[in-house]
Nanobody
């Protein structure tokens, strides 16, 4: 079955870095738009970054531009999110998701994505 499993979260101090991983099974990343979302306590789930099925295009939320980088390793069929210069407001559960619709790279909204993982907790605190 189609599945994604996130890992790599943890506790980090402000200004620190983390790399999240999303291992996909049952499908290959180059057939879907892939995305990272996050959800902080009491807030709606929001899109963080997306990557086209070809891997040539990416899109970022304004709040993470210049700090986060989405990438993938096709040999491992794994999506990554490199997070640098982390801030307390980045604290959230981070989710990986896939969409068969090419327009989802721009919309970055939850209703256009499926195959959600269980998420991985990222806490930024001193």
């Amino acid at each position: 079955q189609l599945q994604v499993v996130e890992s790599g979260g943890g506790l980090v101090q402000p200004g620190g870095s983390l790399r999240l991983s999303c291992a996909a099974s049952g499908f290959t990343l180059d057939f879907y738009v892939m995305a990272w979302f996050r959800q902080a306590p009491g807030k709606e789930r929001e899109g963080v970054a997306t990557m086209s099925s070809s891997g040539d295009s990416t899109n970022y939320a304004d709040s993470v531009k210049g700090r986060f980088t989405i990438s993938r390793d096709m040999a491992k069929n794994t999506l990554y999110l490199q997070m640098n210069s982390l801030r307390p407001e980045d604290t959230a559960i981070y989710y990986c998701a896939a969409s068969p619709w090419s327009g989802a790279i721009t919309t970055m909204t939850t209703e256009h994505f499926g195959f959600w993982g269980q998420g991985t907790q990222v806490t930024v605190s001193s």
